[in-house]
């Protein structure tokens, strides 16, 4: 048996290759080491844009929302977006960052349709903050049998204006550009070189998200390219210096992320393998085909002529006292506006309500889940591992089931709350509990889970009498399978209750059924 030591975490392999790592089973190729930092565009949430009065906004007509500046007409000047500012330190700080007193903006110079002023305005060299860390929690269901920490280092954070779309028509060899995203304002992350797997980018990026929707600064929607991440993936020897990488551009959810990272792991070792080499390349990842496709070489920081913004002051930040001016913000009072954070909420499920941490960490990746747990448990309401329990494992399975997302469901917490008494009741049970889900999914958003329960006749029987004249129905019908239990076959008690279930329609308390079974059984 050998171990191997990767970074916080061992693998134990034996002389086949064959390896678990933190209890799930892979296969691992002893020779590499992968590493993956990840750079992260988030588009702040403010009305207009980083440095003209046009409207922030996603899903506008086709430029419409564009001002003179974002237009890249001559004799037009950037003026600072103060939201922008506050939500960016905001940012930093609840990502323990270094807010950095005096700040600069840079020119990127590029040449694209989509950027009419031929370079973007961003802060390259002297950025908004730096030095931070994001700590989160890595637990992939299927994958993961226990969740575990991981943290990644924040090399810097800066403000930086978007750029537009353009829109290729290849029926009609043509290239269309909406300038609605040109000068929408965006931090961008960088983070440094520290993860090793696609699984644990996924999970810096959901924390992330859950992070800057707590602060209000992003909507984290990644579907509208609110939120974008750039993966730099590389292989190298175990305890050897970085070696070159490759950069996924753009990819567009966090499944994405997970699946980009592992494909281009697994595309860059076969290449080494096979004593070829890695070049210095951009690439795109198709999330069709779940693989990683060739853009182009990668440019190096000279191609982009970076210099000075000639029209824009340095950036002052208010570091030390609680005074807030209008050309300057204060990082003390920035600081006071920190909500509790998604790993601050996790701590308190787990300690005020004894949830498991798997738990903990599921109901604070889906703020809607979370949201029926509170109401749910509200003053003590009801059972908080009952109700996590039904909320991670029945509901989850009928929104899966129906490829519903939990941002989309229409279920309102009136609804959760008598679906949930009814089963706790025992007014219906967890076959019940799901027919209902599905029943109300259909309905009004309105509809009373009482009138379905009494319009279908889901009302669980618990009159014992009545159970006990169904067990004997039961009995009498299935001789065979009784005769066999009293032979000492006990396993045919299940099929008995099988047949009890079916026979009633599924609707009598079972827990009773089960009691009135085993008396009828020793009476025979």
């Known amino acids: ?50 440095f003209s009065g046009a409207q922030n906004t996603f899903g506008g007509s086709v430029n419409t929302c564009v ?14 977006n103060r939201k922008c500012v506050e939500l960016g330190v905001l940012t930093a700080l609840a990502l323990s960052c270094k807010v950095n007193e005096v700040s600069t903006f840079d020119r990127k110079h590029y040449f694209y349709a989509d950027l009419p002023a031929g370079y973007q305005i961003t802060q390259q060299r002297a950025p908004l903050a730096s ?3 994001i700590n989160f929690q890595v637990f992939t269901p299927g994958i993961h049998k226990k969740p575990y920490k991981k943290s990644s280092k924040i090399k810097q954070i800066q403000l930086e204006q978007d750029s537009g779309k353009s829109l290729h028509d290849t029926e009609f060899k043509k290239s269309l550009v909406d300038l609605n995203r040109a000068g929408a304002p965006l931090i961008e992350l960088v983070f440094e070189p520290d993860l090793e797997d696609g699984e644990e980018a996924a999970a810096l990026v959901k924390e992330l998200v859950l992070i800057l929707q707590k602060l209000g600064a992003c909507s984290g929607r990644m579907e509208e390219g609110a939120l974008r991440v ?32 592992r494909h281009e792991i697994e595309r860059q070792r076969s290449v080494l393998d096979n004593g070829g080499h890695i070049i210095n390349e951009t690439r795109s990842w198709d999330a069709a085909n779940k693989i990683t496709v060739a853009m182009r070489d990668k440019e190096v920081v000279q191609d982009y002529r970076y210099m000075p913004e000639p029209n824009l002051p340095p950036l002052r930040i208010n570091l030390l006292t609680k005074i807030d001016t209008q050309d300057v913000v204060s990082v003390p009072l920035i600081r006071e506006r920190i909500p ?17 941490p798997e738990a903990a960490i599921q109901l604070v990746n889906e703020p809607v889940l979370l949201n029926y747990f509170h109401e749910l448990t509200l003053k003590n309401a009801r059972n908080p591992l009952k109700v996590a329990n039904l909320l991670l494992n029945d509901f989850l399975t009928v929104l899966n089931k129906r490829k519903i997302d939990t941002e989309e469901c229409t279920i309102s917490i009136k609804q959760m709350k008598d679906l949930t008494d009814a089963l706790l009741n025992k007014q219906i049970n967890l076959d019940i509990y799901r027919r209902l889900l599905e ?58 209750l099988g047949i009890l279930a079916k026979s009633t329609g599924n609707k009598i308390d079972m827990s009773i059924a089960v009691k009135k079974m085993e008396e009828l059984l020793k009476k025979q």
């Open 131 to 133: 030095d931070g860390v």
């Open 439 to 496: 029943e109300l999914f259909e309905r009004p958003k309105d509809t009373s889970v009482l009138d379905i329960i009494i319009e279908k006749d889901w009302i669980i029987h618990t009159d014992e009498i009545y159970i006990t004249k169904k067990c004997l129905e039961v009995l009498d019908n299935n001789v065979n399978l009784v005769k066999q239990y009293k032979e000492g076959k006990v396993k045919v008690f299940k099929t008995l």
């Open 230 to 261: 750039d993966a730099n993936v590389s292989l190298r020897h175990f305890g050897a210096s970085l070696s070159t990488r490759t950069e996924i551009k753009n990819i567009g959810s966090v499944r994405g992320v997970a699946g980009a990272v």
């Open 67 to 80: 001002s003179l500046f974002d237009a890249a007409i001559p004799g037009t000047l950037p003026v600072l």
């Open 340 to 356: 509790e954070l998604p790993e601050d909420t996790r701590k308190k499920l787990i300690e005020q309500y004894a949830l498991r």
């Open 1 to 50: 048996m050998k171990y191997i030591g990767i970074t916080n975490r061992v693998i134990k392999c034996n002389t086949s290759g064959h390896c678990t790592l933190r209890g799930y089973s892979t296969h691992v190729n002893k020779k590499w080491q992968s590493v993956v930092g990840l750079e992260v565009h988030a588009q702040l949430n403010t009305e207009s844009k980083l």
